[in-house]
C-alpha cells in the first residue's frame, strides 16, 4: 500500500520555518515549546473536519503566517498609544502589551496594590519564576492547536499573582495594542494566580487599527484558589483586518466565584476558546459573551465546561447581533463526569439577525455521565420583533431609534452580570457606538 503524504499549507510551512528560526532566541524551556510544535505539526492546522472546529476552518482562514512582532521603539509606542481608547476612564492599574511586547513606559506598575505580584512573562520564562508550574493547568485545552501554538511561540505577557486574603479594589487591565502597517503576528500568555480567599477584577482590552493585517493569538489562564472571587472582562476591539484567537483557561478550587464575559465588535476574523474545569466542591462558574457583528465579521465562541467534582454550578449566556453578511458561532459543550452529582449547568445563546445574509450556527451539547444532576441548554435565533418596533413607533419613536433601543435591551441581558458600575457603563458605550455607526 502506498504512503499517503499530507500535504502542508503555505500557513503551516511557513509557521514551522518561523519556530527553527525563532526557537533559539525564545525564553524559557525550549524542550516546552518544541513538544508543543510537534503536536501542531503532527495535526496542523484544524479544518471543517475536526468538529471543534467545522464552522471556523482556520486551514482555509489563514492562509499565510505573518511574522512574528519585533519589540516596538518609541515611535510606535507613540502611535499605539494612540490607539489605546478602551476603559480609559476607569480607574485602573494597567500593564500595557504592544505589538505582543510589555510595554513598560505605557503601564501604570505604580498602581499595582501591594501585595499583588506582576512580572512579565518574557522575564518569567528566563528566570524561571516559581509559578510557572500552573502553565496549562486545565488538562481540556493541551491538545489545542491554537493553544499550542501559543505555547510554541509565547515570547511576552504576563505572570500575576495575588496572595491570599488580599481584596484588590481596583481592576487589572492588561491592554493590548497592535499598531504598525505591515503584517504581523503575536503570541502572548497571562497566568493569573488567585490564592486562596483573595478577590479581584481583571479587564483586557484588545485593539488595533483597521487595515493591519496583524495575527494576535493570546491565552489568559486563571488558577483560582479556595474560596477566591475573580472577576474578568474581555473586550475585543481589534482593527477589521485582525484575524484574532484568543483562550481562556480557568481552574477553579472548591468555593470559588468565576465570572467572566467576552464582548465582540471588532476584527474579520475572531475565535475566543474558554476551558473551565471544576477541580473543587461548591464552586459557580458564569461565561456570558456579546457579539456585535457586520460587514463579513466572522465571529467564534467555542466553551468547555468540565464538572469534575460535585456540588458545582455553571451558567452560560451568549448574545450576537448580526448585520450584513456577517457569521456568528456558538459551540458549548458541558461535561459532567461521574463523581459529579449534585451538578447544575446551564446554557443559552440567542442570536437576532439583522439581514437576510446574515448566519448564525449553534451547537450546544451535553454530556452528562452522572444520574444526579440538573443540565439543560437552549438555542434562539431569529429577527426583530415586529410588533415591538410597531408599539415603538407607534409611540413616536424613529424606526432606527427604535431598533436599537431594542438591540441594547438584548444585549444588555449579558452585558448587566458585570458588575463593576463602571465597567459595565464602558461597555453599555461600546454597544451604543456600534450601533450608532451601524445607521
Known amino acids: 500500500m502506498a504512503d499517503i503524504t499530507i500535504m502542508k499549507t503555505p500557513a503551516e510551512t511557513g509557521?514551522?520555518?518561523?519556530?527553527?528560526?525563532?526557537?533559539?532566541?525564545?525564553?524559557?524551556?525550549?524542550?516546552?515549546?518544541?513538544?508543543?510544535?510537534?503536536?501542531?505539526?503532527e495535526r496542523g492546522l484544524p479544518h471543517r473536519r475536526i468538529e471543534e472546529f467545522k464552522y471556523t476552518d482556520l486551514r482555509a482562514l489563514l492562509r499565510e503566517a505573518a511574522p512574528f512582532a519585533e519589540k516596538?521603539?518609541?515611535?510606535?509606542?507613540a502611535v499605539a498609544f494612540n490607539h489605546a481608547k478602551a476603559f480609559t476612564g476607569l480607574a485602573a492599574a494597567r500593564l500595557t502589551i504592544v505589538n505582543g511586547h510589555v510595554a513598560t513606559e505605557l503601564s501604570e506598575a505604580t498602581a499595582f496594590p501591594a501585595g499583588v505580584e506582576v512580572a512579565s512573562m518574557n522575564e518569567a520564562l528566563a528566570r524561571g519564576h516559581a509559578l510557572l508550574g500552573w502553565l496549562g493547568a486545565v488538562e481540556a485545552a493541551r491538545g489545542n492547536p491554537v493553544y499550542e501554538l501559543n505555547t510554541a511561540f509565547m515570547a511576552d505577557g504576563a505572570v500575576i499573582r495575588i496572595p491570599a486574603g488580599t481584596a484588590v479594589?481596583?481592576?487589572?487591565?492588561?491592554?493590548?495594542?497592535?499598531?504598525?502597517?505591515?503584517?504581523?503576528?503575536?503570541?502572548?500568555?497571562?497566568?493569573?494566580?488567585?490564592?486562596?480567599?483573595?478577590s479581584v477584577t481583571v479587564l483586557e482590552s484588545h485593539e488595533g487599527p483597521d487595515g493591519l493585517a496583524c495575527q494576535p493569538n493570546d491565552v489568559i489562564e486563571f488558577v483560582v484558589g479556595d474560596r477566591a472571587r475573580v472577576r474578568h472582562v474581555r473586550l475585543n476591539a481589534e482593527g477589521r483586518d485582525a484575524l484574532a484567537l484568543s483562550t481562556l483557561t480557568a481552574r477553579l478550587g472548591a468555593e470559588v466565584s468565576f465570572n467572566t464575559?467576552?464582548?465582540?465588535?471588532?476584527?474579520?476574523?475572531?475565535?475566543?476558546?474558554?476551558?473551565?474545569?471544576?477541580?473543587?466542591?461548591n464552586s459557580t462558574a458564569r461565561i456570558d459573551g456579546a457579539n456585535l457583528l457586520r460587514g463579513r465579521q466572522h465571529a467564534d465562541a467555542t466553551l468547555l465546561v468540565d464538572h469534575a467534582v460535585p456540588h458545582c454550578t455553571s451558567r452560560e449566556l451568549y448574545k450576537t447581533v448580526i448585520d450584513d453578511e456577517a457569521t456568528g458561532i456558538f459551540q458549548g459543550k458541558i461535561i459532567v463526569r461521574p463523581d459529579a452529582q449534585k451538578t447544575d449547568g446551564g446554557m443559552k445563546s440567542d442570536a437576532l439577525l439583522l439581514s437576510e445574509?446574515?448566519?448564525?450556527?449553534?451547537?450546544?451539547?451535553?454530556?452528562?455521565f452522572a444520574d444526579d444532576v440538573v443540565c439543560g441548554h437552549g438555542a434562539t435565533c431569529g429577527a426583530l420583533d415586529e410588533d415591538?418596533?410597531?408599539?415603538?413607533?407607534?409611540?413616536?419613536?424613529?424606526?432606527?431609534?427604535?431598533?436599537?433601543?431594542?438591540?441594547?435591551?438584548?444585549?444588555?441581558?449579558?452585558?448587566?452580570?458585570?458588575?463593576?458600575?463602571?465597567?459595565?457603563?464602558?461597555?453599555?458605550?461600546?454597544?451604543?457606538?456600534?450601533?450608532?455607526?451601524?445607521?
Open 15 to 41: 509557521l514551522a520555518q518561523l519556530f527553527e528560526s525563532l526557537k533559539g532566541s525564545l525564553p524559557g524551556d525550549l524542550s516546552v515549546r518544541e513538544t508543543a510544535m510537534a503536536g501542531f505539526a
Open 261 to 281: 464575559i467576552n464582548v465582540v465588535s471588532g476584527a474579520q476574523v475572531s475565535r475566543h476558546q474558554v476551558f473551565v474545569t471544576f477541580a473543587g466542591e
Open 388 to 439: 415591538l418596533l410597531f408599539y415603538l413607533r407607534s409611540r413616536g419613536l424613529p424606526a432606527a431609534e427604535a431598533e436599537s433601543l431594542l438591540l441594547q435591551a438584548f444585549l444588555g441581558q449579558a452585558v448587566e452580570t458585570v458588575e463593576n458600575e463602571a465597567v459595565h457603563d464602558a461597555l453599555v458605550e461600546v454597544v451604543e457606538g456600534w450601533l450608532q455607526a451601524r445607521h
Open 357 to 368: 445574509r446574515a448566519t448564525m450556527n449553534n451547537k450546544p451539547e451535553l454530556e452528562i
Open 169 to 198: 479594589e481596583q481592576p487589572l487591565h492588561l491592554r493590548f495594542v497592535n499598531s504598525g502597517s505591515q503584517a504581523f503576528a503575536t503570541a502572548t500568555r497571562v497566568l493569573v494566580v488567585v490564592e486562596e480567599g483573595a
Open 72 to 77: 516596538p521603539g518609541s515611535a510606535e509606542l
